[in-house]
Structure formats: C-alpha cells, structure tokens
C-alpha cells in the first residue's frame, strides 16, 4: 500500500500520509476486493461519488489484511457505475471517521496475524485532498499495488519454507534411529535437498521480479510467475519438511502446522495460482503474436 500511495498523483496526500506509514504511526490497508467481486477487479461496486466539497463512499470490502487495525484506508470504487476500469479512483479513509465500521477479524484457516477483516462504508465523507488516484487511474493503480503484493507473498513463502527446510535438518541430524542419524537415510536426506533446490529456484525467479520492479520496468509477468511458483513450492516443500521430523513434525512447538497453514492461505492472496496463470497466458499469447 505505501509504495502505491508513493505513485499517487496527489503529492499534498502523500506527504501527509507517506510519513505516517512509514515511521510506523499508522498501519494502512489495501481495499479492493468485495463480496462479490473478487478476480475482476474492473467489476467492483462501491460507490465513490463526487459530492459537494468531497465524496461520498458507500459499500462494502471484504479480505482486508490489516482491516482490524489499520487507520489509513486506501479504497478503491466506481465513480461511474457501468464504467468498469475506466471508472475506477482511490481514496484514503481514516477508520475513526463517521460512516466507517469494520468487522472482528475472520476466523481463517491460518495466518491470523494478518487481522484480515471486512470494511462497509456507509456514506462516509472524505474531502477532495483525500484522492489518491482519480478516475480512470485508479485500476492502473490497484494492478501495480498487486504486482507488489504478489512478491511480497512470494518473498514471505520462501522465508517460511527455509524456516521450515532449517527446522528438519536440524531435527533428522540430531535424532537418532537404527545407530545413526536419520539425516544419514536417503529416504531423508533426498527429499529435503529437493526442498532445497526448489527454493533457490523460487527465491532466484522472486529476485528476477523484484530487480524488474526496483528497476522502475514492467514486472507483471514475472510477478505472476514467482507469486505462483513460491506459494505452490512452499506448501509442498514444507509438508515434506514436516514428513522428516515424522510425528514429532505435528507438534506445535516446530512450527510446521502453522507455516504449512500459511502457505495455503498465501495461495489465495492477491489472486490465485489461476488467476496467475491467466496473466502468464496472456502474456504468451501476446509475444507469440508479437513474434
């Protein structure tokens, strides 16, 4: 959210609320889903309707990480209902202001300490400064705010799966079985190093991304691909990582349950492994005719 906010044409917005976020002041959340509108982003509802002196927001976001805590909201709508991405602007909310109510936090599968929640906004007013990216710029907007967060999940999976790949070869090089260490079988040893050779790959194809982005040059296919392969490469590697310390690997005390737990929800964050791959088969199809 700061990096989108630090793209806004509203430069007054951003020196009020850039510091904030950083400095660790304000903690902000991204609202762009809704009940019903999830991978078309084009599609949402909300309304952000110009009125006198300001806007007027009126409608509902759902899955919004940091919703039970966040203070600054930066919430995409339709200014024209009909008008799809054409339509779309942002604008920065406060929590404590009239007309905002968010939900208790959901109760998830895992990953509770991203305090996702649900926001409805009913007719709350926020003034002409609080534009973050008026209409017409805000789908642009919201696309480059998801290329951002599909590496961050990236990032996040590969750091929990060399927590998890640490964890076992710490355990199957202390625990003993049959005289020797249980590191010492290949029906340990070899699953782990696959393990380990899909997380370098994972991490080298996060990095490729992030080189792009920091580059300031189109990351979106990339993007796709590492948010895909990381989460998918996690889930997978960290079972195997929880296979190695055998009953043991159930215990919370490892902490593989509740990675294993992560890395499922990390799949459905900021667009599933499909919704990947539609982006990586438009780009195919795209070069291919380009060719």
């Excluded at 660790?24 to 762009?32: D, H, I, M, N, V």
């Excluded at 991405?85 to 959901?106: I, Y």
């Amino acid at each position: 959210m700061t990096l989108a906010l630090s793209r806004s044409p509203n430069e007054r917005l951003g020196r009020e609320v850039l510091p904030e976020l950083l400095s660790g002041r304000s903690w902000g959340a991204f609202l762009l889903t809704e009940p019903g509108v999830g991978s078309d982003a084009a599609a949402i509802t909300c309304a952000i309707q110009k009125v006198e002196n300001g806007y007027r927001i009126a409608g509902a976001k759902s899955w919004v990480t940091n919703g039970v805590n966040a203070d600054v909201l930066l919430t995409f709508g339709q200014s024209n209902p009909g008008a799809g991405a054409k339509g779309m602007l942002a604008v920065v909310a406060r929590r404590n202001q009239p007309g905002v109510k968010a939900s208790d936090a959901l109760n998830l599968f895992g990953s509770h300490a991203m305090g996702t929640s649900d926001v409805a906004f009913d007719d709350c007013l926020v003034g002409d400064e609080a534009v973050a990216f008026p209409a017409g710029g805000g789908f642009q907007a919201a696309m480059g705010g998801l290329n951002v967060a599909r590496l961050g999940v990236a990032a996040l999976c590969n750091g929990a799966l060399q927590g998890g790949l640490e964890c076992a070869v710490r355990y199957a090089t202390a625990r003993q079985a049959f005289g020797k260490p249980i590191y010492a079988f290949q029906g340990v040893q070899m699953p782990l190093a696959n393990v380990a050779t899909s997380l370098e790959a994972s991490r080298s194809l996060t990095f490729q991304a992030i080189a792009l982005l920091d580059a300031g040059q189109d990351c979106t296919v990339l993007a796709a691909h590492a948010k895909k392969y990381a989460t998918q490469t996690a889930f997978q590697g960290l079972s195997v990582c929880m296979q190695a310390l055998g009953a043991n690997g159930l215990k919370d005390e490892f902490g593989l349950g509740r990675q294993l737990a992560a890395a499922r929800v990390a799949e459905f964050m900021d667009g599933t492994g499909e919704i990947q791959n539609i982006v990586i088969g438009r780009a195919l199809a795209k070069n291919l005719a380009g060719a």
